[in-house]
């Protein structure tokens, strides 16, 4: 199955299977990309948060227009912060951003009980490398990725290209079909 693909300088379409890496400097303006991502060819979609509340993650998809009814947020921070939590037909939560397999399980339950094109979004791959390490975000990605292969599905994953070396980068991006480059300008560089 082919999904159109909405970002600026890539390719029209990739096929189902395909993980996309978002590189992006710390103080980057990810949501633009993030949101264009989900906005076409979609029945429904996930978002991984490590990074933001779910209650930030729904303030996002209402500022950039994106069709809610077709999302589900997996909201790892409200636990661990002791935040209230809102339950929702459409929001799940795991206790930390390192719970790393109730991350995979959460995104494998996610893809089963849904048809259609489904799309994913993990933000980000870096907090998870920071609550728990490196290694175990690397491998949590594998096993996304292997995900997405198995459902026909597509991802996009963030990583900030200033928090990690150049070799955890480079390690990162051999896991990839595409890479998203976003400079501090705003402007994006490809590889796919």
């Known amino acids: 199955m082919d999904y159109e693909l909405a970002i600026e300088e890539t390719p029209e379409t990739i096929s189902g299977g395909t993980g996309i890496l978002l590189l992006h400097p710390s103080i980057g303006e990810t949501?633009?990309?993030?949101?264009?991502?989900?906005?076409?060819?979609?029945?429904?979609?996930?978002?991984?948060?490590?990074?933001?509340?779910?209650?930030?993650?729904?303030?996002?998809?209402?500022?950039?227009?994106?069709?809610?009814?077709?999302a589900t947020i997996l909201d790892t921070l409200s636990i661990e912060r002791g935040y209230s939590r809102r339950s929702g037909e459409n929001i799940y939560y795991v206790a930390a951003p390192d719970d790393l397999d109730a991350i995979v399980e959460k995104t494998r339950q996610f893809l089963e009980r849904h048809d259609g094109k489904l799309r994913l979004s993990v933000d980000s791959v870096t907090e998870m490398a920071y609550y728990a390490d490196v290694d175990r975000a690397f491998e949590a990605t594998k096993r996304i990725l292997a995900l997405l292969d198995e459902y026909d599905a597509v991802g996009l994953f963030h990583l900030s290209k200033e928090v990690h070396d150049e070799e955890t980068l480079q390690r990162f991006r051999d896991l990839f079909d595409g890479v998203v480059d976003l400079h501090e300008d705003g402007t994006v560089t490809t590889d796919f």
Request: net charge negative.
């Open 31 to 70: 949501d633009r990309i993030d949101t264009d991502f989900f906005k076409v060819d979609t029945d429904n979609f996930l978002v991984v948060s490590t990074r933001t509340t779910a209650r930030e993650v729904e303030q996002k998809l209402e500022h950039y227009e994106v069709d809610e009814s077709r």
